[in-house]
């Protein structure tokens, strides 16, 4: 079995085991990798080679993983289709082989056991990013639009098993374009509400009000049934499902309550942006994973650079950040989010 290494990313090959529409244009991939399924950190990703009549495409397409089986050397990524290189994922089918390039980049990080733990003085412990600024501090917020959801499902896993309790808030278009609610954290007890409502949610899709985990083959997740409480907003544009209006009017709502101690985005970048800025005014600090186009996925052909924010320039020079290397996740602080999307 080949060792983790620190997450070095590896090229070799996986196996379809499924690949199925969840939505509309929405697809669930699930492949055999051992050591994708073993090394992948949350909001890490995969660089894919869609296989075609010839070179053609020639790039690798970047995904991100959604989760991992390790016992099954499994994992599972959530795509749009969206041109060329997902319709011909889209088209394959179990026992089909994928050159597939990975763990890559630089995942979320993790709150320290007990989130809440920065400074009063909002300086944290650690360099000023301390996850958790001020003392009542208690959960995290997970803020998706669409299938920015796809790294959160890896991410809510992960606080799931360390007992750190969130607040899922997810956005899109319209009910139908809602995908991936299905694989959050098996948790009977866990909060639904639903249209901003707490008590008595309507029932508004079965994936969310029965809290159902439905794995695809082999795609199970190793949670217990004993992790701790979430809640999920569900917001959509349309009203189709849950509150009508965008996902950052309930992250406003939920960062109103002051116990937020972080949040993790992912999505459009106007949502990114919205995000970035409601975490300023309520002094709760953010990571965003960011999705620019990529060539060689691996920090040395710049095609993925963004601009960093001036504070990390160096001597007035623009200053640019790899997305595939320095990120897809950042800091806001880190990244100039007007220059992105
Ligand atoms: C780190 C990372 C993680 C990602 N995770 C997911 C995921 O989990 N699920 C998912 O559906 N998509 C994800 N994407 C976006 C995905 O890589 C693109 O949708 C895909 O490469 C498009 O390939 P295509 O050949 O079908 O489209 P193309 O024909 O190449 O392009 C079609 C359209 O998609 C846009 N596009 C192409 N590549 C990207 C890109 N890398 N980022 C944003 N827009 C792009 C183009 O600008 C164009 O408008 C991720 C991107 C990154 C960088
Ligand atoms: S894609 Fe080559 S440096 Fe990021």
């Given amino acids: 079995m080949m060792e983790c290494l620190g997450s070095a990313p590896a090229a070799s090959t996986a196996t379809v085991l499924e690949n199925r529409q969840v939505g509309p244009g929405c697809y669930r991939m699930c492949l055999e990798n051992d050591y994708i399924a073993r090394c992948t950190l949350p909001g890490q990703f995969v660089h894919v080679r869609i296989p075609g009549s010839s070179l053609d495409p020639l790039l690798r397409r970047p995904f991100s993983v959604c989760l991992v089986e390790p016992?099954?050397?499994?994992?599972?990524?959530?795509?749009?289709?969206?041109?060329?290189?997902?319709?011909?994922?889209?088209?394959?089918?179990?026992?089909?082989?994928?050159?597939?390039?990975?763990?890559?980049?630089?995942?979320?990080?993790?709150?320290?056991?007990?989130?809440?733990?920065?400074?009063?003085?909002?300086?944290g412990g650690d360099g000023g990013n301390s996850i958790g600024r001020g003392s009542g501090a208690v959960r995290v917020a997970l803020v998706a639009g669409g299938l920015g959801i796809a790294p959160l499902i890896m991410l809510s896993h992960a606080l799931f098993r360390s007992g750190v309790g969130f607040v899922f808030v997810v956005g899109a278009r319209s009910g139908e374009l809602l995908a991936g609610l299905d694989l959050l954290p098996r948790a009977p007890g866990r909060d639904a509400v639903l249209s901003g409502r707490s008590a008595s949610p309507e029932p508004a899709g079965p994936e969310i009000v029965q809290g159902a985990h439905v794995p695809p083959n082999g795609c199970d997740t190793a949670t217990d049934d004993a992790g701790p409480r979430y809640e999920v907003h569900v917001v959509t544009e349309d009203g189709s499902m849950g509150r009508r209006g965008l996902v950052t009017d309930a992250l406003r709502d939920v960062l109103r309550g002051g116990d937020i101690a972080c949040a993790y985005a992912c999505g459009p970048a106007g949502m990114l942006r919205e995000v970035a800025r409601m975490g300023e005014t309520f002094r709760v600090p953010v990571q965003v994973s960011l999705e620019e186009r990529m060539a060689c996925g691996l920090g040395a052909c710049l095609g993925c650079a963004v601009k960093a924010r001036e504070a990390t320039a160096r001597s007035g020079r623009t200053a640019y950040l790899r997305v595939c290397a320095d990120g897809p996740v950042f800091w806001v602080e880190e990244v100039d989010l007007d220059g992105i999307g």
């Fill in 71 to 123: 016992s099954n050397g499994a994992f599972l990524v959530l795509y749009q289709v969206v041109g060329r290189g997902t319709k011909m994922l889209s088209a394959l089918r179990p026992g089909d082989r994928l050159d597939v390039l990975g763990p890559l980049g630089r995942g979320f990080e993790m709150p320290r056991a007990g989130a809440g733990g920065g400074g009063d003085d909002g300086s």
